[in-house]
Nanobody, 124 residues
């Protein structure tokens, strides 16, 4: 089993920045990919960014490319999402996911473990 705990959410004005953290514990050796997803009220959960731990390869959705950066600290078993130039449409609950078992990196159903989420609110 893997446990994921997110932190770093909050409220910020448009154009501002936030950094989300996701600390993994338990059977962390199982983790190959870690990803960030978000879900706004009334909308489906969407993939934001993903990192392949072994090589540091990263993937981003078109909506955040150039503004968000995903990174991983192996010593701390923690993945980060640096979010810059935030927009009101980035407002959502952000979730960390781990242990991708196949398919598109942005497919929520392809991950075994999830955190409880952290709220990000961007005001105009």
């Amino acid at each position: 089993q893997v446990q994921l705990v997110e932190s770093g959410g909050g409220s910020v004005q448009a154009g501002g920045s936030l950094r989300l953290s996701c600390a993994a514990s338990g059977e962390t050796y199982r983790i190959n990919y870690m990803g960030w997803f978000r879900q706004a009220p009334g909308r489906e959960r969407e993939g934001v960014a993903c990192i392949y731990i072994a090589r540091g390869t990263t993937f981003y959705s078109d909506s955040v490319k150039g503004r968000f950066t995903i990174s991983h600290d192996s010593a701390k078993n923690t993945v980060y999402l640096q979010m810059n130039s935030l927009k009101p449409e980035d407002t959502a609950m952000y979730y960390c996911a781990a242990d991708h078992f196949g398919g598109r990196w942005s497919a929520p159903e392809a991950y075994n473990y999830w955190g409880q989420g952290t709220q990000v609110t961007v005001s105009s």
